[in-house]
């Protein structure tokens, strides 16, 4: 069945209604001719015919329907094809589409998919999926060679396809992003112009920073922090920039504050904890809103175990008593606090213990594999009861395991900041987002129009720019991933 369309209404640029006033949008009106038996619109279908590409942010038909676009809209010249914007009052299943918006989705997803071939240009808007073949450049020799991630055995990883030249010496191979190959990222994903801003910003404040002699000589003499001091001298104070009555011109006062502008800004957290200690509510809640929120699970069995090789790895069995948590659990037993969903795993054991020997063998190193506790309170918070330290089983004899719980008493206390302090940087350690969220981000533009593609549009948004930037310095020869 083909859609049904109304009469074309032009857009007069020269005609705003200005109701965004010192603002960068601006609201324009248009006039649409249909039919008394139209029906309810389900997309309109919009062309660009100025020579500048606009941002579209949405279209509202007074009293009938709201389409909200967020989309970039090429000129013609650019891309002939119209960029068709659905209507986001209802998402349908492919079985309950009405008839007359099927040509129209099946249009899009034409747009969105692509055709496999051809270089990416930065004003398209194409999801279509390449294997990681561009994490290394043979070209500049055999040790800078990386194998190729995903694949029809394997078929995550993917990336977003750019169609970059092969390399010289395998034609298996894309050329790696450099500063005349730039990394593809569809034109709705990149940031906004305030997030770009705030990035060169940094950028460039951490090339300056680099160039301060008390940084340098820091850096020069350790690689290491020896003092919780060392650490909050990285953040700016702000009281000590601020601008005084009488002003001081002087180099040592000039000097300082520009040592004090390249410092990093102050994380909000600091106006609440000044301390090198952090409280079990506050742990609990940065474990909530940190970058791995979704390794916290309802903890099912207790004490958990273990799924590596024990004949490798040692006893699968947690050192994880009853005893450890039962007296802070607000009076539940462990199985009424299973039964009740109150008790929580970020369980880190099985990820880093494969690793933990190579990582404890480097200089002014030492990680523990990490297994933390969580109880649901009352008031809806996360609250650490027990946290699980585990080595590499070297004998039968040595124990490996160690739990440590809320302290009683000042030695028992820095053993648990200890412990907490272990948990975050395992957690700040482990990324699930960047290849994990991918496929989602192609796959989700494969289905536009789907209850998923709605849901999901809003928490996927830039992931994209992020990866592209990740990507530039990915596995070739001396980044930092290649490294470690």
């Not at 949405?58 to 389409?67: A, K, L, Q, R």
């Not at 990681?132 to 995550?156: A, C, E, V």
């Not at 969903?341 to 880190?348: A, E, T, V």
Request: proline share 6%.
């Amino acid at each position: 069945m083909k859609p049904k369309l109304s009469k074309e209404a032009i857009l007069d640029w020269t005609k705003s209604l200005n109701m965004h006033a010192g603002k960068t949008s601006t609201t324009y009106q248009v006039k649409f001719v249909v039919d008394s038996n139209f029906g309810m619109p389900g997309a309109i279908m919009v062309s660009n015919r100025d020579e500048n590409e606009f941002y579209l942010n949405s279209i509202n038909i007074e009293g009938v329907i709201h389409f909200v676009c967020n989309s970039w809209v090429q000129p013609v010249c650019e891309n002939p094809a119209k960029r068709i914007c659905f209507s986001t009052n209802k998402a349908y299943l492919p079985s309950e589409t009405p008839a007359g918006m099927k040509e129209l989705i099946e249009m899009e997803l034409i747009q969105l998919r692509g055709d496999g071939t051809g270089l990416r240009k930065p004003s398209d808007r194409i999801y279509d999926y390449d294997t990681y073949n561009d994490i290394g450049n043979p070209d500049l020799g055999t040790g800078y060679k990386r194998p190729i991630l995903g694949g029809n055995k394997h078929p995550h990883p993917r990336r977003c396809r750019t169609g970059r030249p092969q390399t010289k010496t395998d034609e298996n191979l894309e050329s790696p992003v450099n500063e005349f190959l730039m990394a593809y990222v569809p034109r709705d994903e990149e940031f906004e112009e305030s997030k770009i801003e705030g990035l060169d910003l940094g950028k460039l404040k951490a090339i300056l920073r680099h160039i301060i002699p008390t940084l340098r000589t820091v850096a020069k003499n350790t690689d290491v922090f020896k003092d919780h001091s060392d650490i909050t001298d990285l953040y700016r104070d702000i009281s000590s920039v601020q601008m005084k009555t009488k002003k001081n011109l002087s180099w040592p006062y000039i000097l300082n504050n520009v040592y004090e502008l390249l410092k990093f800004d102050p994380t909000k957290l600091d106006a609440r904890i000044t301390s090198c200690c952090l409280p079990d509510d506050e742990f609990g809640r940065q474990a909530i809103a940190g970058i791995n929120p979704l390794s916290i699970e309802r903890l099912r069995v207790f004490p958990p175990v273990s799924k590596l090789n024990a004949s490798t790895y040692g006893p699968l069995e947690s050192a994880l008593k009853e005893e450890h948590i039962i007296g802070h659990l607000n009076g539940m037993s462990v199985q009424q606090a299973l039964e009740k969903n109150h008790l929580f795993i970020l369980d880190y054991h099985d990820i880093f213990l494969p690793f933990i020997n190579q990582i404890n063998s480097m200089d002014n190193r030492k990680a523990y594999a990490t297994c933390t506790i969580f109880f649901l309170t009352s008031l809806g918070t996360l609250k650490p009861v027990a946290i699980e330290l585990s080595l590499h089983q070297t004998d039968s004899d040595s124990p490996s395991k160690q739990v440590l719980t809320p302290p009683v008493d000042a030695t028992t206390n820095w053993l648990w900041e200890l412990g907490k302090a272990h948990v975050c940087s395992n957690d700040s350690c482990v990324h699930h987002s960047s290849l994990v969220t991918q496929p989602c981000v192609y796959g989700t533009n494969y289905h536009s129009n789907s209850p998923a593609a709605e849901c999901d549009a809003p928490h996927l948004q830039a992931s994209q720019t992020s990866h592209a930037i990740y990507n530039e310095d990915k596995c070739i020869g001396s980044s930092i991933s290649d490294q470690f």
